[in-house]
């Protein structure tokens, strides 16, 4: 009978369907941008060529603004360098004949995200800049021997989506560091989940 009951729940673990919906990393596609996206938190410098009054380096702020001589403050985060550059240059020409604007990424904000579920050590944790999930996971202390190897899954957050999309991968892909699941970066307030 005892043998009967490891065998049952041996099965049961090898035959787990996930609840829920979600979608398949390899249909959500390569979630990192070609262009980075300034963020609260970024240290950026702000260069206006012949003008080291104007160029100034300084934190967006948590509300994503940025404050610049003879501009005030404009709003930073969301845009990437180059389109900021593009907005600064528009509102410097008021002030300065032909102004040439670069904006540069001098320190991105620590990416923090949440594991939760079935690891060892669950809670948030800060990565590196283009970590992936197994990254997230490993610093979680890896998974523990109740997590189902299909259930793991990324909950991120999309502009214009009241829902957080739910993004699922496999142990197999993401120990082989293979298509999608290999190429798949982290985003600051993304929440990693092992069922």
């Not at 948590?62 to 528009?90: H, K």
């Not at 904000?109 to 079935?118: A, I, K, M, W």
Request: neutral net charge; aromatic residues 6%; proline residues 7%.
């Amino acid at each position: 009978m005892k043998r009967f009951a490891v065998v049952v729940s041996l099965l049961a673990c090898a035959c787990y369907t996930p609840r829920g919906t979600f979608m398949p990393v390899d249909e959500f596609g390569s979630s990192h941008p070609t262009d980075y996206v300034i963020s609260p938190g970024d240290v950026i410098s702000v260069k206006v060529f012949q003008q080291d009054a104007v160029s100034t380096r300084g934190k967006v702020r948590v509300d994503g603004m940025f404050s610049l001589p003879l501009v005030n403050e404009l709003p930073a985060a969301g845009r990437t360098p180059t389109q900021l550059a593009v907005e600064i240059s528009a509102k410097l020409k008021a002030f300065i004949n032909n102004p040439v604007v670069t904006v540069a990424l001098e320190e991105p904000r620590p990416l923090t995200v949440s594991v939760l579920g079935e690891v060892t050590r669950p809670g948030v944790t800060t990565l590196e800049s283009g970590a992936g999930v197994m990254e997230a996971i490993a610093a979680a202390g890896g998974i523990t021997d109740f997590a189902h190897l299909e259930g793991l899954f990324v909950l991120r957050r999309l502009a214009g989506k009241p829902q957080p999309i739910r993004i699922r991968f496999t142990w197999e892909a993401l120990s082989r560091g293979e298509g999608a699941a290999g190429r798949f970066q982290l985003q600051p307030g993304d929440v990693v989940v092992v069922e």
